[in-house]
């Protein structure tokens, strides 16, 4: 190959000038122009399409572009002029008709053109940045057509009159709608928008300001709200049937503003329809549908919650300072639990578990919970109620939903460690009399509070638990060891570690012979086997199984507290004993007395005892014997105690004095922590962490803070900053 000679070819230009015939583009334009004349007038099929495109090829090849191009636009323009007046002419409904069949007429005939001047198109017109053949149609039929001064008026008003006449109910020509609104937007957004959308919006706004104000003063809320629900979906519906896609949105926000934005105050407020009545009678597709169209206008959704939220808390506060509703206490607790429980379902099926509104009603709740300071003492004593009797042959599922409900109520209190102190009374009831329905179900509540509030809050009550299980060990291991009161009456002990318990006042009534020996020997048997330890006799908590024989030889077993078997005990040495001189010889505190004297000689069908004078009420001079008559069908007769449901006043402020002491080493503590881990703060940031930090627990009365950070400067924990006295340092 490389031995081989090089070949170099050269092109040269023509010998001779080709000479082009002066009337060559006279002639070629008037072939091309008979043919544009041919396509406009349905003539098309005797055209050569591949000469056509030829001649236009040489014209612009012999640089006669301009004369092609300018020929083109006048020639397409005298058709449109003609086309324009067969539109004008066209009467009524054809209006439309003709103007769409003469738009797709001149979409043919400009796809024809183009093919034919396709040379042109790419090579004369981007090079002298010319319109190209597609558009140029489009805007010369804009300008000619649509912007005629006969067509653009009619047309305006013909396509409103027909978007009238759909919304009054009238059933119009879709498909044709749809072919005139797209050639509006095929010849450009800006078309579209001035020639149709923007007058439009301006006619729908004003038909939905009258239609609004009609319907505003003949339809309640429901109602209204339906009717703007069905005019929405209406326009959503046109839109997909023959507008542009973009105009959903501007539409929507027309009907929005005119139907709802306009008319909120007024429906939220209306008089027996408004929000605050569809919330009191659970109307939740109302509820729904007020919800899914405020949430389209600004500010509709806070509206609703504002409202919401007022009206919650003002029947929560009726609720929880009604003083007739107060008197029960179990029934306080569930109209709370079904408050809550409605709002939660109107949330959930109405207002599509919206946080915000779970927040509102969260934030409600725990207001007006609060603002009945015996509210954790009447949880509780719900709690009670049901672990005592109310969840009897519940299934483990239920009893849980319904420990998961008082779990919500008890997460609003603010003082939980007041609920900790009634709550720890009344478990500690329920374990020493077996009453307890279910051993599961009260470590249930216990881990469920533990999770909720930590494990130093539940760590006494688990203790408890440890006591009672601790107790029937140490009870086995007595009977064991004394074989021989097998014969005599038995004694059953729990041994209660004194810091998990209840603390009560030790105040130890005079027992029988029969059982101060037996306590004896109980006493000396625990601390054999334990050393370092001291046992004290909480008889308030007790209870005894004694049998009776009353005047026919009638035999009971009666199930009585053991102050009331102190009390019935004395009757077998004696036929009457005055109210003193069983105070003298019992020692029992006088208010528990007479109770027990109350329910043991006052009750119907539980008066073992009777009393002179007869009257509801112990009085110190009364004296009491035997009821001789005393029948009861059943063996087994439980004489309780009466007792108040609730705390009396003087109980309560004992109660929230020894909550307030137990406060102050807690608030000690917290303090502590933080200025451990600062060092160095000011009162301010104090008070904020302090309350931050226990408010799990309770929350801490600002006064209360300062009092504690003075203790603590006086035992020299902390001392004040020498030129800020706001300001505390932690002392190591």
Sequence with gaps: MSNQKKRIFQIEAFKNRVVVDPKYAEKTWKILEHAIHEIYNHNASGLSFEELYRNAYNMVLHKFGEKLYSGLVTTMTAHLKEISKSIEA??????????????????????????????????????????????????????????????????????????????????????????????????????YQEDFE???????????????????ECYDCGDYLKKAEIRLNEEIERVTHYLDAKSEGKITNVVEKEMIANHMMRLVHMENSGLVNMLLNDKHGDLGRIYNLFRRVPNGLAMIRDVMTSHLRETGKQLVTDAERLKDPVEYVQRLLDEKEKYDGIISLAFSNDKTFQNALNSSFEYFINLNSRSPEFISLFVDDKLR??????????????????????????????????????????????????????????????????????????????????????????????????????????VLTTGSWP???????????????????????????HTGRRLSWQTNMGTADIKAIFGKGQKHELNVSTYQMCILMLFNNADRLSYKEIEQV???????????????????????????????????????????????????VKVGTVVAQKESE?????????????????????????????????????IAEVTKQLQSRFLANPTEIKKRIESLIEREFLERDNSDRKLYRYLA
């Design 503 to 529: 603390t009560q006042p030790s105040i130890t009534c005079h027992l029988p012979f029969e059982m101060s020996a037996l306590c004896e020997k109980f006493r000396s048997y625990y601390l054999g086997i």
């Design 90 to 191: 066209a009467q009524g409904d054809l209006f439309l008709e003709e103007l769409n069949r003469k738009w797709n007429d001149h979409n043919k005939a400009l796809q024809m053109i183009r093919d034919i001047l396709m040379y042109m198109d790419r090579t004369y017109i981007p090079n002298t940045h010319k319109t190209p053949v597609h558009e140029l149609g489009l805007s010369l039929w804009r300008d000619n057509i649509i912007h005629s001064g006969k067509i653009q008026s009619r047309l305006l008003s013909t396509l409103l009159e027909l978007v009238h006449r759909e919304r009054t109910g009238e059933v119009i020509d879709r498909g044709l709608m749809r072919n005139i609104i797209k050639m509006l937007i095929d010849l450009g957004s800006s078309v």
């Design 650 to 686: 003087p109980e309560k402020q004992e109660t929230r004095q020894r909550v307030e002491e137990d406060r102050k080493p807690q608030i000690e503590a917290a303090v502590v922590r933080i200025m451990k881990s600062r060092k160095v703060l000011d009162h301010n940031n104090i």
């Design 586 to 636: 019992t020692a029992i505190p006088a208010s528990d007395l007479k109770r027990c004297l109350q329910s043991m000689a006052c009750v119907k069908g539980k008066n073992v005892l009777r009393k002179e004078p007869m009257s509801k009420d112990i009085g110190e001079d009364d004296s009491f014997f035997v009821n001789e008559k005393f029948a009861s069908k059943f063996y087994k």
């Design 198 to 216: 923007k007058p439009f919006l301006e006619v729908s706004a004003e038909f939905y300001r009258r239609e609004s104000q009609k319907f505003i």
């Design 389 to 494: 009797k109310g969840l009897k042959g519940v299934s483990e599922e239920d009893v849980e939903i319904i420990l998961d409900k008082v779990m919500m109520i008890f997460c609003y209190l603010q003082e939980k460690d007041v609920f900790e102190k009634y709550y720890k009374q009344h478990l500690a009831k329920r374990l020493l009399s077996g009453k307890t329905v279910s051993d599961d179900a009260e470590r249930s509540l216990i881990v469920k509070l533990k999770t909720a509030c930590g494990y130093q809050y539940t760590s006494k009550l688990e203790g408890m638990f440890t006591d009672m299980k601790t107790s029937q060990d140490t009870m086995q291991g007595f009977c064991s060891s004394h074989p021989e009161l097998t014969d005599g009456p038995t004694l059953v002990v729990q």
